[in-house]
């Protein structure tokens, strides 16, 4: 069987539509309506990437709590928002509680096969690494590629897989700016401006939150960002 893909989507025709499509591309697919089902079905497993709807039922930001959940249990679970909303708040908002993709339920099949693709590219790549890049290591930062596991003064910093893969691309070239494009690609995103400065934010805050003056991604700004050397 393929990777297992869990998908949270309430209403029955738009999840089977999902269930059956993704399953087309040799995905062990698994679906639920609510986030009550989801929950209980993750706390035995999870599954290896998630795909959650905002509105679940009778609850209106489902999805958004549904995600917090998720975090809470794994900093490293691809976890992509599939929603009929797209206003930047919402997308802002389901960035910032750690998804690594948003997309709108418009999206064209292949291209979320494409999204999900890219995800777990990433994760294999990391696992997978040139042997010279087993270990960064930058003053107090120390990354692991295999383990995708970054720390700083040797405590862990809880970072997704997107924004490991932003932190990596700045990395490894310490004192170059990295313009929003440069970022995107390297961690496979298709998304605007605002979602980088987004995950950009997130990523100061998790470090500032283990180092308080922890102030090595600069902005240079009209351009993009850059690791302090």
């Keep these: 069987m393929g990777r297992s893909i869990a998908i949270v989507e309430d209403e029955p025709s738009i999840r089977a539509n ?19 089902d989801a929950s209980n079905a993750f706390g035995s497993r999870l599954p290896e990437l998630v795909i959650i709807d905002i509105g679940l039922g ?14 809470a249990k794994s900093s490293t679970l691809p976890i992509i928002f599939l929603t009929a909303r ?24 292949h291209h979320l096969a494409a999204r999900i693709g890219a995800l777990f590219r990433r994760i294999e790549a990391l696992k997978t690494p040139e042997a010279s890049e087993t270990v960064i290591e930058h003053g107090p930062l120390k990354l692991e590629s ?42 496979e995103l298709v998304v605007d401006d605002a979602t980088i400065t987004s995950h ?12 308080p003056d922890f102030d090595a991604i600069e902005t240079v700004h009209g351009v993009g960002y850059r690791w302090k050397p």
């Design 18 to 36: 999902y269930v059956e499509a993704l399953t087309r591309f040799g995905y062990e697919v698994r679906g639920y309506p609510s986030r009550r």
């Design 146 to 187: 295999e383990r995708m596991r970054i720390t700083w003064n040797g405590a862990e910093i809880p970072l997704t897989v997107t924004e490991f893969w932003m932190v990596h691309t700045l990395v490894r070239f310490p004192g170059h700016v990295k313009n929003r494009d440069q970022l995107m690609r390297e961690a």
């Design 86 to 109: 797209d206003s930047d708040f919402d997308v802002i908002s389901g960035l910032r509680l750690g998804a690594d993709d948003y997309l709108s339920k418009d999206t064209s099949l």
């Design 200 to 211: 950009i934010k997130r990523i100061r805050k998790k470090f500032v939150a283990i180092a």
């Design 58 to 71: 009778d609850e209106p930001e489902g999805g958004f709590d549904l995600c917090r959940e998720l975090r």
